[in-house]
């Protein structure tokens, strides 16, 4: 399955954004997805994820992530979503989609089968 990630782009401090992430065909439905970042300079970061039907979403376990971001996705339109609120300065990352046939997306990357190119997202002070 290709992935294409989409969305990004310059936004003030506590605006909100939303990513897409679609998918290249049917088989989108097979897989969990995850959503990473990778800010300049740092190594790529799980942000979360969502098992293939949409019933459970992990995020991960850190401060600047609970509360703020909510993982969906549309079986019928082949697209998983990344809702970002209170955008902070520190967001400012380009944002990856990943496909796994793992049941529960984790942060590990080797466990990702497919990647998206990745949108950018910038936030302003």
């Known amino acids: 399955v290709q992935l294409q990630a989409s969305g990004g782009g310059l936004v003030q401090a506590g605006g909100s954004l939303r990513l897409s992430c679609a998918a290249s065909d049917r088989t989108f439905s097979r897989y969990s997805m995850g959503w990473f970042r990778q800010a300049l300079g740092k190594e790529r970061e799980f942000v979360g994820g969502i098992s293939w039907s949409g019933g459970r979403r992990y995020y991960a376990d850190s401060d600047s992530v609970e509360g703020r971001f909510a993982i969906s996705r549309n079986n019928a339109a082949n697209t998983a979503y990344l809702q970002i609120n209170s955008l902070k300065p520190e967001d400012t990352a380009t944002y990856y989609c990943?496909?796994?046939?793992?049941?529960?997306?984790?942060?590990?990357?080797?466990?990702?089968?497919?990647w998206g190119q990745g949108t950018q997202v910038t936030v302003s002070s």
């Open positions: 990943a496909a796994t046939t793992k049941k529960i997306p984790r942060g590990d990357r080797s466990e990702y089968d497919y």
